[in-house]
């Protein structure tokens, strides 16, 4: 099987790439400290290269069909592509914990209960942290920065929804879509725009303008990245609106060997001709939006099913993630211009 390597993680060209994936290890440990502090900055950097390696796994993967397919999928590269002696350091850091993080953060963004995000809060916030200390790791960082509300966000429905009177232990309804709504416009409320949005918004909402989608939209880059060029997740999208591989292809974006996703302006336009895209599609930026994070087909399956026309009859089919990004979207947007998406026309050209 061929491996990609994940182009942030820095590879000195010796015998192969396993043992020089070693040789950066030790080299971000910086072995000549002391050897306490070695060891910790060891254990850190161990744990950095290991996150950074399975996300070249998960972006291949992308959309696993069943959630079984994602561990198969990491041990499987675990086992081609890292060192005994590498295995054996992180089986001192407990390098199970730190992989199950990961996947558990994949398959409950796209299992359909919010609620079970809320406990993934204090785990993320304590990785956030270890993820901002190194340049390497840092767009990782913003993504897991940008996305810790959703947790909060679930968290805070969890608290607000009366369980179910039943005689069986209590059972919490699923969120409605007005609270979802409620919790997400609270969530914005007090919190200013991010501070790279000055720089950026101007000219995202040119790009918007000329492919001939409402400039509003340009808001979407907060929520996908909090306008930070650099962002990537641990599913493989990377830029200002977090294109998958796949989706920048299709969009005659490169990602090998220089990964235009990371160009503002072009990733910028590849996101605005998606939309625009998908709005003449469904008809409906909702749909659009949930297409645009969940996928078109899965979105169309589920329409097709359930003989639905709107995006809140699917909405409790669809990934925990996407049921939140919607109103998340409608809240930045109500926040930041004071539109709803029912207030968003195609601009004529």
Do not use: C
């Amino acid at each position: 099987m061929t491996t990609q390597r994940n182009s942030l993680v820095k590879f000195r060209p010796v015998e192969n790439g396993r043992r020089a994936g070693i040789l950066t290890v030790f080299a971000l440990a910086g072995f000549g400290s002391r050897a306490g502090a070695a060891g910790e900055r060891l254990k850190s950097a161990l744990t950095i290269w290991l996150l950074l390696s399975l996300s070249s796994v998960l972006g291949a993967q992308e959309k696993a069909d069943r959630p079984e397919d994602l561990g198969q999928a990491v041990e499987q590269w675990m086992k081609e592509n890292l060192d005994e002696r590498v295995l054996e350091a992180l089986n001192q850091i407990d390098q199970e914990r730190v992989r199950a993080f990961f996947e558990e953060l994949q398959r409950r963004f796209g299992a359909s209960s919010i609620y079970d995000l809320a406990s993934l809060k204090e785990t993320a916030s304590r990785l956030l942290p270890v993820l901002q200390t190194f340049e390497e790791t840092r767009p990782y960082a913003v993504w897991l920065e940008t996305h810790i509300d959703y947790f909060e966000a679930s968290d805070q429905m969890r608290r607000e929804v009366r369980p179910a009177k039943t005689n069986a232990p209590p059972v919490l309804p699923r969120p409605s879509i007005q609270l979802q709504r409620t919790v997400w416009n609270r969530q914005l409320l007090k919190r200013p725009s991010p501070p790279l949005a000055r720089a950026w918004l101007p000219r995202l909402k040119e790009i918007f303008l000329a492919e001939r989608v409402p400039p509003a939209l340009a808001w979407v880059a907060e929520v996908e990245s909090s306008f930070n060029p650099a962002a990537r997740s641990p599913a493989g999208a990377a830029g200002l609106f977090q294109l998958m591989p796949a989706t920048a292809r299709s969009l005659n974006l490169s990602s090998w060997p220089r990964d235009e996703r990371l160009e503002p302006e072009k990733n910028a336009r590849a996101a605005a001709q998606y939309l625009r895209s998908l709005y003449r599609h469904y008809g409906d930026w909702r749909l659009a939006l949930g297409a645009y994070n969940a996928g078109e087909s899965r979105v169309d399956r589920l329409l097709k099913k359930y003989k639905a026309t709107t995006f809140d009859a699917i909405a409790y089919q669809l990934p925990a993630e996407t049921q939140m990004y919607v109103p998340k979207v409608e809240a930045t947007l109500l926040k930041r211009e004071g539109l709803a998406l029912s207030d968003l026309k195609l601009p004529k050209g």
